[in-house]
C-alpha cells in the first residue's frame, strides 16, 4: 500500500464511541454522558462491561449477562465493541504470526506475535502508520507518517491476537501472549497519550492484565518524553541505540542530532524506576562494517556504565534497496563476546518470522509490495474469519 503525507488525516470520528480504547475512568464517564447509565450506577455498570470487554474479550452486548436486557440495545446504539478488520494473517515456520489489520481505509499496520520470548510469548505491536523519523537501516522509516493510531487501534492488536490464539478468558497462568513490545511501527513516544492510555487497558487486573513489567516500550531517543513515559505507564524502557559516537548516531539515527548521545544518556540515568530488577534494554543493531567492530562494543560498555542494562544485539534484517548488509555472524559473536565477558548476558536476537517478513525492521514492507492476493497463491496465508467483521473503529 502506498501512503501519502496527510498530517492533518485525523482518526475517522466515529458515530459509536469504542469501548476499546477507554480507560476505566473514561469508561465511567462516558456511560454517564451517553445517557444510557445513571451516574450512580456508572462504576458499577463500567467494571462489569469492562470484564466482559477486557477479560472475556466479548464483542456483543446481548452476552453480557449480568446486565438488563432493556439496557444492553441502547448501549449498543451508543457503544461499539467491534473489532477492526484482520486483512493478512502469514504464520512462519518458527511459529511467528503476523496480522495486517485495517483500523480504517487506507490505515493499515502489522502487528506480531512471536512465541518463546519473554515469558512465553511477546506480541510486538504498532504505535504508528509509518514514522516521521527515517532511520537509515529500518523500512518502516522510508514510509512516510499517515497518522498516530489511537488508544482502541493499539489495544485492538492485543484482542486480535488474544482471538486468534483463543486465549480468551485472560488466563491467569500459563499463557500464550505473556509480554508486550512496543517495537512495531512508529515511534511511540510522538504518541505518548494513545500509548499511555493502552498500557493501562492492557495491564488492568481485571482485564487482558499483562503486568507493566511485561510491557517494554522501544524508542529511537525521544529524551524529552523519557520521563512522562516512565511516570505515566510505569513501562520498561527500551533504547534503540545502535552506535556509540554522535557521528555515526547521526546518520543512523538522524533524532540524534536533536538529542545527542550525552543527554539521551542523561534521559536514560534519570528514568523513573529505573534498578537492578528493572533495567534498561538497549538495542544495537549489527550493521556489518558499520558499527560492529570490537573496539566500538567496549565504547558501548563504557556508554552504560553504571545504568542498570540488558543489550539486545539485533542482527540487522535487509531490505529491498538498502545499502547496508548484516554483520557475519562471527562478527556478532566477536561482540557479543566482549559484553558477556563484561557480565551482559545473551545478547543476540534470534531473527524471528524472516521467512514471513515479521522481523525488525520489515514491518509493513512485505504489504507494500505484494498483496494479499499474491500470497494466498504461494500458500502463505490462511483466510481468517474476521474478514467480514465491520471496521468499526
Ligand atoms: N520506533 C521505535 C520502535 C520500533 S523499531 C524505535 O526505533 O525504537 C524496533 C527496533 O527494530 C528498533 O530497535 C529498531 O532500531 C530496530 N530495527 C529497525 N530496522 C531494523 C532492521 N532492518 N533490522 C534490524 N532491526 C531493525
Ligand atoms: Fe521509526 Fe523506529 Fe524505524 Fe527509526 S527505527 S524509522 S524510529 S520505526
Given at each position: 500500500?502506498?501512503y501519502?503525507?496527510?498530517?492533518?488525516?485525523?482518526?475517522?470520528?466515529?458515530?459509536?464511541?469504542?469501548?476499546?480504547?477507554?480507560?476505566?475512568?473514561?469508561l465511567?464517564?462516558?456511560?454517564?454522558a451517553?445517557?444510557v447509565?445513571?451516574?450512580r450506577?456508572?462504576?458499577?455498570r463500567?467494571?462489569?462491561?469492562?470484564?466482559?470487554?477486557?477479560?472475556?474479550?466479548?464483542?456483543?452486548?446481548?452476552?453480557?449477562?449480568?446486565?438488563?436486557?432493556?439496557?444492553?440495545?441502547?448501549?449498543?446504539?451508543?457503544?461499539?465493541?467491534?473489532?477492526?478488520?484482520?486483512?493478512?494473517?502469514?504464520?512462519?515456520?518458527?511459529?511467528?504470526?503476523?496480522?495486517?489489520?485495517?483500523?480504517?481505509?487506507?490505515?493499515?499496520?502489522?502487528?506480531?506475535?512471536?512465541?518463546?520470548?519473554?515469558?512465553?510469548?511477546?506480541?510486538?505491536?504498532?504505535?504508528?502508520?509509518?514514522?516521521?523519523?527515517?532511520?537509515?537501516?529500518?523500512?518502516?522509516g522510508?514510509?512516510?507518517?499517515?497518522?498516530?493510531?489511537?488508544?482502541?487501534?493499539?489495544v485492538?492488536?492485543?484482542?486480535?491476537?488474544?482471538?486468534?490464539l483463543?486465549?480468551?478468558?485472560?488466563?491467569?497462568?500459563?499463557?500464550?501472549?505473556?509480554?508486550?513490545?512496543?517495537?512495531?511501527?512508529?515511534?511511540?513516544?510522538?504518541?505518548?497519550?494513545?500509548?499511555?492510555?493502552?498500557?493501562?487497558?492492557?495491564?488492568?487486573?481485571?482485564?487482558?492484565?499483562?503486568?507493566?513489567?511485561?510491557?517494554?516500550?522501544?524508542?529511537?531517543?525521544v529524551?524529552?518524553?523519557?520521563?512522562?513515559?516512565?511516570?505515566?505507564?510505569?513501562?520498561?524502557?527500551?533504547?534503540?541505540?545502535?552506535?556509540?559516537?554522535?557521528?555515526?548516531?547521526?546518520?543512523?539515527v538522524?533524532?540524534?542530532?536533536?538529542?545527542?548521545?550525552?543527554?539521551?544518556?542523561?534521559?536514560?540515568?534519570?528514568?523513573?524506576?529505573?534498578?537492578n530488577?528493572?533495567?534498561v534494554?538497549?538495542?544495537y543493531?549489527?550493521?556489518?562494517d558499520?558499527?560492529?567492530?570490537?573496539?566500538?562494543?567496549?565504547?558501548?560498555l563504557?556508554?552504560?556504565?553504571?545504568i542498570?542494562?540488558?543489550?539486545?544485539?539485533?542482527?540487522?534484517?535487509?531490505?529491498?534497496?538498502?545499502?547496508?548488509?548484516?554483520?557475519?555472524?562471527k562478527?556478532?559473536?566477536?561482540?557479543?563476546?566482549?559484553?558477556n565477558?563484561a557480565?551482559?548476558?545473551?545478547?543476540?536476537?534470534?531473527?524471528?518470522?524472516?521467512d514471513?517478513?515479521?522481523?525488525c525492521?520489515?514491518?509493513?514492507?512485505?504489504?507494500e509490495?505484494?498483496?494479499?492476493?499474491?500470497?494466498?497463491?504461494?500458500?502463505?496465508?490462511?483466510?481468517?474469519?474476521?474478514?467480514?467483521?465491520?471496521?468499526?473503529?
Amino acid at each position: 500500500m502506498a501512503y501519502t503525507l496527510d498530517l492533518s488525516a485525523k482518526p475517522d470520528t466515529p458515530s459509536l464511541v469504542n469501548i476499546t480504547g477507554l480507560t476505566r475512568q473514561g469508561l465511567v464517564e462516558a456511560l454517564i454522558a451517553s445517557g444510557v447509565v445513571e451516574a450512580r450506577k456508572a462504576k458499577m455498570r463500567a467494571t462489569q462491561i469492562w470484564r466482559w470487554v477486557h477479560h472475556y474479550g466479548f464483542t456483543d452486548f446481548d452476552k453480557m449477562t449480568d446486565i438488563a436486557k432493556d439496557q444492553r440495545g441502547p448501549l449498543a446504539e451508543k457503544f461499539t465493541l467491534a473489532r477492526p478488520e484482520v486483512v493478512e494473517r502469514q504464520i512462519s515456520q518458527d511459529g511467528t504470526r503476523k496480522w495486517l489489520i485495517r483500523m480504517a481505509p487506507g490505515i493499515e499496520v502489522e502487528t506480531v506475535y512471536i512465541p518463546d520470548v519473554g515469558r512465553s510469548g511477546a506480541l510486538c505491536v504498532s504505535s504508528q502508520v509509518g514514522c516521521t523519523l527515517n532511520c537509515s537501516f529500518c523500512h518502516t522509516g522510508t514510509q512516510k507518517l499517515v497518522r498516530n493510531l489511537t488508544a482502541a487501534e493499539i489495544v485492538a492488536q492485543v484482542q486480535i491476537a488474544r482471538d486468534d490464539l483463543e486465549e480468551w478468558p485472560s488466563p491467569k497462568e500459563d499463557r500464550k501472549l505473556s509480554n508486550i513490545v512496543f517495537m512495531g511501527m512508529g515511534e511511540p513516544l510522538y504518541n505518548l497519550d494513545s500509548v499511555s492510555d493502552a498500557i493501562d487497558i492492557i495491564s488492568d487486573n481485571e482485564g487482558i492484565a499483562i503486568s507493566r513489567r511485561r510491557i517494554t516500550v522501544s524508542t529511537s531517543g525521544v529524551v524529552p518524553e523519557l520521563e512522562a513515559l516512565g511516570n505515566r505507564t510505569a513501562a520498561m524502557l527500551a533504547i534503540s541505540l545502535h552506535a556509540t559516537n554522535d557521528d555515526l548516531r547521526d546518520m543512523l539515527v538522524p533524532l540524534n542530532k536533536k538529542y545527542p548521545l550525552k543527554e539521551l544518556m542523561a534521559g536514560i540515568r534519570n528514568y523513573p524506576g529505573i534498578s537492578n530488577a528493572r533495567r534498561v534494554t538497549f538495542e544495537y543493531v549489527m550493521l556489518k562494517d558499520v558499527n560492529d567492530s570490537p573496539a566500538e562494543a567496549r565504547a558501548l560498555l563504557g556508554l552504560l556504565k553504571g545504568i542498570p542494562a540488558k543489550i539486545n544485539l539485533i542482527p540487522f534484517n535487509p531490505w529491498p534497496g538498502t545499502n547496508y548488509q548484516c554483520s557475519d555472524w562471527k562478527t556478532i559473536e566477536r561482540f557479543a563476546a566482549i559484553l558477556n565477558k563484561a557480565g551482559y548476558a545473551s545478547p543476540i536476537r534470534t531473527p524471528r518470522g524472516r521467512d514471513i517478513l515479521a522481523a525488525c525492521g520489515q514491518l509493513k514492507s512485505e504489504s507494500e509490495k505484494t498483496r494479499a492476493s499474491e500470497l494466498r497463491k504461494q500458500d502463505r496465508v490462511a483466510p481468517l474469519p474476521y474478514g467480514n467483521l465491520a471496521s468499526g473503529l
